[in-house]
């Protein structure tokens, strides 16, 4: 037992040596919604993960879909936050424009709408994209094998030490796939090492996208 775990890690090492180290983030899949009652629980802010996830929209019965992130810091840290959404055929999710926030102690009282509620002593700050229509700049990521519309990016130091919470939302009712990027170190523990040998070929092959059928 003890020599086939050696050597999966050891396939597992030799799988990430060939991966270009660009954007080499920690690949996870949202296997079920990360609402309020289960955010997505981030271990470190600044190991760089790349959370493949899906924002749901009810054009039936109109409701915000809205995916929940958190993290605690205890000293002054570096917090890297962005978005991005995978190219498609060309066409699917051009006009899906993804915001999202942080929540936290010490950020600045809310000046608009939220599809979310704030506790008391929390602050935001609202990162917004363009408006569908717009041109937005693609980027290749070799990590995944894939093109990518570039979204807004959060970079900034917390100061205030306690728990924060990033929300991702569709403020204009598309719907689609989008990529939470958190963190900028990158950073292969073993475990991640085997997440990204599981997850990896997924993402390849298109297989963490909810396209319409």
Known sequence: ?????????????????????????????????????????????????GVYAWLQTDHVHPSTDVDVYTFTIQQPTLVHIEVIVPVVNGYYYVNFTPWFALVGPGLPAPNQTLPFNLSQGEGVIVVQDLPPGHHRDTFFEPFGIQWYYQGPKFDQTMNTSGTYYVYYWDHYQTGGDYVAVLGYKEQFPPIDMLRSFINVPLIRHNRELHLPS
């Open 1 to 49: 037992m003890k020599r086939r775990i050696v050597l999966l890690y050891a396939v597992t090492v030799s799988f990430l040596c060939v991966l270009p180290s660009v954007l080499a983030h920690v690949p996870y899949l949202e296997h079920r919604d990360f609402s309020m009652q289960h955010p997505f629980k981030v271990k470190s802010i600044t190991q760089s993960l």
